[in-house]
């Protein structure tokens, strides 16, 4: 609707047909398969070609001012076919002019074919094919007296409706874009892979593990737990609470840890540890607290040799414990950024813009446009012939 600010009026569209198409009548034969929505692309600002979406093709003369005059019509006909001239709908994606007396029209339409399948499988499965049409039409069109089949240069046939394609006229090549390759309809149909029943995954039920073999057991705990500040790395080790604080004093409480190699140097002399035995718990913690020698120098590991390649048991490599006040600072940071690309702000505070790009603002599907689809380029010679395919 258009509406004159003046006036405050409100001017209705109008619409005016210029061609009216055919209805084919209803047979056995078309009932077969389905329609497509018509399509249509033009040739130049005047000439048209349409798609009737049932495998008619109609090619009109649109003037700026009148009726169209239609200049041809055409079928797309499968001459293999076992029922001779049933029209197969298609879908116009582009028309060509390669020359000043030869234009060519991409078509894609659902192949309607058995897809061979192994007799042993004991899970059929069904697979869609969409084969992948090139016409040839002579300019200027003579119109004939009936519709004429289509002049097929090449065509081919894959699993998937091309996302698009175009033909370069200096390089005489194709360009089909998708995400399924395309093969020449007579070659024979690529194997699919059924998994055997011993690939099958069954669902496990509620707290159930498929892979134990009795009933679950516990995970086992890391032999001591840490963490590190700027000048001083915290080692937390469980030792039985039965162990008197004379026995620490007089000794290494955990002799398999006083022989290694720590992962940086430490200043012995200001270095301490604490005893921690809790009423009637089984455990009790023994905390070691290193002074680093390089302050502000952040540790991987409290030991040299943890996470290598060592054959030692207690070389695991046990992931630092972030202190809460960390934990707080890296929840705020995040608070921050979200808050900024929400509000619009600059997150980096480096002066790059404000929140998303406008045209992503309120469109952007984290499910979706962060999944994306594997594509493939093919690169065909002017019959046809693959030249490249590019993954």
Same mark, same amino acid.
């Given at each position: 609707?258009?509406?004159?600010?003046?006036?405050?009026?409100?001017?209705? $569209?109008?619409?005016?047909?210029?061609?009216?198409? $055919?209805?084919?009548?209803?047979?056995?034969?078309?009932?077969?398969?389905?329609?497509?929505?018509?399509?249509?692309?033009?040739?130049?600002?005047?000439?048209?070609?349409?798609?009737?979406?049932?495998?008619? &093709?109609?090619?009109?003369?649109? $003037?700026? /001012?009148?009726?169209?005059?239609?200049?041809?019509?055409?079928?797309?006909?499968?001459?293999?076919? /076992?029922?001779?001239?049933?029209?197969?709908? %298609?879908?116009?994606?582009?028309?060509?002019?390669?020359?000043?007396?030869?234009?060519?029209? &991409?078509?894609?339409? +659902? =192949?309607?074919?058995?897809?061979?399948?192994?007799?042993?499988?004991?899970?059929?499965?069904?697979?869609?094919?969409?084969?992948? #049409?090139?016409?040839? %039409?002579?300019?200027?069109?003579?119109?004939?007296?009936?519709?004429?089949?289509? !002049?097929?240069? #090449?065509? +081919?046939?894959?699993? !998937?409706?091309?996302?698009?394609? *175009?033909?370069?006229? @200096?390089?005489?090549?194709? %360009?089909?874009?998708?995400?399924?390759?395309?093969?020449?309809?007579?070659?024979?149909?690529?194997?699919?892979?059924?998994?055997?029943?011993?690939?099958? @995954?069954?669902?496990?039920?509620?707290?159930?593990?498929?892979?134990?073999?009795?009933?679950?057991?516990? *995970?086992?705990?890391?032999?001591?737990?840490?963490?590190?500040?700027?000048?001083?790395?915290?080692?937390?080790?469980?030792?039985?609470?039965?162990?008197?604080?004379?026995?620490?004093?007089?000794?290494?409480?955990?002799?398999?840890?006083?022989?290694?190699?720590?992962?940086?140097?430490?200043?012995?002399?200001?270095?301490? #540890?604490?005893?921690?035995?809790?009423?009637?718990?089984?455990?009790?913690?023994?905390?070691?607290?290193?002074?680093?020698?390089?302050?502000?120098?952040?540790?991987?590991?409290?030991?040299?040799?943890?996470?290598?390649?060592?054959?030692?048991? !207690?070389?695991?490599?046990?992931?630092?414990?972030?202190?809460?006040?960390?934990?707080?600072?890296? +929840?705020?940071?995040?608070?921050?950024? *979200?808050? @900024?690309?929400?509000?619009?702000?600059?997150?980096?505070?480096?002066?790059?813009?404000?929140?998303?790009?406008?045209?992503?603002?309120?469109?952007?599907?984290?499910?979706?446009?962060?999944?994306?689809?594997?594509?493939?380029?093919? =690169?065909?010679?002017?019959?046809?012939?693959?030249?490249?395919?590019?993954?």
């Amino acid at each position: 609707m258009f509406a004159h600010a003046e006036s405050q009026t409100t001017i209705p $569209p109008s619409f005016t047909p210029v061609y009216e198409l $055919p209805t084919p009548v209803a047979t056995p034969q078309i009932d077969l398969v389905h329609s497509e929505y018509p399509s249509a692309a033009f040739l130049d600002k005047d000439v048209v070609f349409i798609g009737d979406g049932r495998g008619c &093709l109609y090619v009109l003369d649109i $003037p700026v /001012a009148g009726p169209a005059t239609l200049l041809a019509n055409f079928e797309l006909v499968d001459p293999d076919s /076992a029922v001779p001239r049933t029209c197969i709908p %298609f879908r116009v994606h582009n028309i060509i002019k390669t020359s000043d007396t030869t234009a060519v029209a &991409l078509l894609s339409s +659902r =192949h309607y074919g058995t897809v061979p399948s192994d007799p042993s499988t004991q899970h059929p499965m069904k697979y869609h094919e969409f084969d992948v #049409w090139a016409a040839r %039409f002579t300019l200027p069109f003579e119109m004939p007296l009936e519709s004429l089949a289509l !002049d097929i240069v #090449w065509r +081919r046939r894959g699993e !998937d409706v091309p996302m698009w394609m *175009t033909y370069h006229l @200096a390089r005489n090549v194709y %360009f089909l874009l998708g995400s399924s390759s395309y093969r020449n309809v007579s070659d024979p149909h690529p194997p699919h892979h059924e998994p055997s029943p011993d690939e099958y @995954a069954p669902i496990p039920r509620a707290e159930e593990v498929l892979d134990a073999e009795g009933p679950p057991q516990p *995970t086992k705990p890391f032999p001591y737990s840490w963490t590190q500040t700027s000048d001083v790395v915290t080692v937390a080790f469980p030792l039985p609470s039965t162990v008197p604080t004379s026995q620490i004093g007089k000794g290494s409480p955990v002799p398999r840890y006083s022989a290694k190699r720590l992962w940086d140097n430490i200043r012995p002399s200001t270095s301490f #540890w604490t005893w921690d035995r809790e009423g009637d718990h089984a455990f009790g913690l023994l905390t070691v607290h290193l002074d680093k020698q390089q302050e502000g120098l952040k540790w991987s590991h409290v030991f040299a040799a943890s996470g290598t390649s060592s054959a030692d048991a !207690d070389d695991v490599d046990v992931p630092e414990t972030l202190d809460p006040s960390e934990l707080y600072a890296v +929840r705020e940071a995040l608070e921050k950024y *979200t808050a @900024a690309l929400r509000e619009g702000d600059d997150p980096s505070g480096l002066g790059l813009g404000r929140g998303l790009p406008t045209l992503a603002q309120g469109e952007m599907d984290d499910e979706v446009d962060s999944v994306g689809r594997q594509a493939r380029v093919h =690169h065909l010679g002017g019959r046809g012939r693959v030249v490249t395919t590019v993954v």
